[in-house]
């Protein structure tokens, strides 16, 4: 069992005090976005063995389990996180396993640098996520009830909004939001930063269901990605609660500090609320115009204390345990590896003492065992 040294990534978004709270140190004035662990190659955690990386690709059957490469290939398939969302992220989609392949191909027949700004796949992996709130977390995931949205662009009172409204009230559905979401983003840039100044200003004095979206306005004026937002779902988790973001599912995070699990890629396709390269027509060819509820998960309890946040994918499989005060030990040994990592309270994982924001990486098969009071994540893989 390996104590994990974790790389903290100052992205512009982050929070600058959620995760110095969480670990308790002093914040640094800096923003910190995300704590990374796993063995990614851009921030792979340390260990006294080496990054993990290195020590997966020194014996990878022995790290990760036989079974495990033979199902996902000699590395960790997932990328578990700490994110501190201070500021909305890019409104964003990912692509399928299918399409992930095809657009990487393509792009690498035509000879687009990996690290090139307009490159829309960095690798051929798919992307699915999963984000667990550790305090109120406020999201953006899917496509609202196209008549729902039509309601919420029709109350800001905002005469270039009105072609939006009616497309939406246009049939099929799915039909109707592409449409709009087109026009939002293909739409000259200057008439619709003022669209978006004057929504931002109905939006702060509306209040209620607008205000989310006078507050990312603040961060992002003139954006388009403003008015594509109100299309989505707006979501409020509270502690313990969690989405799951399948592909082709538009969204993005606006503030809040969570536990994110991921397949392990970098493919991102925006559609806003970001300075960075939007491929439009590769955008839409990607996301699902599927309306419907966000869909909130909560843990299922076993009988052995483990509560698990069920998702459709075997990449990955988070769970947790809420370990009461005078509870008894729980043997969290599998065939499969894992990061464990604690949240509140202090837990012993083996030999190591875990205190908030701190974490471990268990090889496969190797005998894991956690006790103490607080709450213990486990990252894991499915087979």
């Known amino acids: ?14 929070s600058a005090t959620a995760i110095p709270k969480l670990l308790g140190v002093e914040p640094t004035g800096e923003p910190q976005a995300e704590m990374w662990m796993g063995a990614h190659p851009g921030a792979p955690s340390r260990t006294a063995r080496g990054t993990l990386a290195d020590v997966i690709d020194a014996d990878p059957k022995r790290e990760l389990g036989p ?12 990328l578990l996180k700490i994110l501190a969302a201070g500021a909305p992220l890019s409104l964003q989609v990912h692509p399928d396993l299918a399409q992930a392949r095809q657009g990487y191909a393509d792009e690498e027949r035509r000879g687009i640098p990996v690290d090139a700004p307009h490159r829309n796949y960095r690798d051929a992996n798919h992307k699915p996520e999963l984000i667990c709130a550790l305090t109120e977390f406020d999201g953006l995931c899917g496509f609202r009830d196209p008549l729902r949205a039509a ?23 799915d039909a109707a939001l592409r449409e709009v979401l087109t ?23 509306l209040g209620g269901d607008h205000a989310p979206y006078a507050g990312i306005a603040h961060h992002y004026p003139g954006d388009p990605g403003v008015i594509a937002a109100m299309l989505l779902n707006h979501v409020r988790l509270q502690p313990g609660e969690a989405l799951f973001l399948g592909a082709g599912i538009p969204h993005a995070y606006l503030s809040g500090l969570g536990v994110e699990i991921m397949a392990n890629s970098d493919n991102v396709l925006r559609c806003g609320l970001t300075p960075k390269h939007v491929d439009v027509p590769e955008l839409l060819r990607i996301v699902r115009f599927e309306p419907g509820d966000p869909g909130v ?23 947790r345990y809420v370990l009461p005060a005078g509870g008894i030990t ?3 040994t599998l065939p499969t590896p894992q ?14 003492e875990l205190t908030p924001g701190r974490s471990v990486f268990v090889p496969a098969a190797e005998k894991a065992e956690a006790s103490g009071t607080g709450t213990l994540f486990r990252a894991t893989v499915r087979l």
């Open 1 to 14: 069992m390996d104590r994990l040294d974790n790389t903290i990534r100052p992205y512009a978004w982050g």
């Open 67 to 78: 079974e495990a490469v033979t199902k996902f290939g000699p590395h960790l398939p997932f």
């Open 151 to 173: 309601d919420l662009l029709d109350g800001l009172g905002v005469d270039s909004l009105k072609p939006y409204v009616d497309l939406l009230h246009a049939h099929p559905e």
């Open 183 to 205: 026009a939002i983003l293909t739409a000259d840039r200057d008439e619709m930063a003022h669209t978006v100044a004057q929504a931002a200003t109905a939006c702060a004095r």
């Open 297 to 319: 998960l909560r843990p299922e309890a076993s009988p052995d204390g483990e509560e698990v946040y069920e998702t459709p994918i075997d990449e990955f499989r988070l769970s």
């Open 330 to 332: 729980h043997d969290l």
């Open 339 to 352: 990061i464990l990592l604690c949240t509140a309270g202090s837990v012993r994982a083996g030999e190591h």
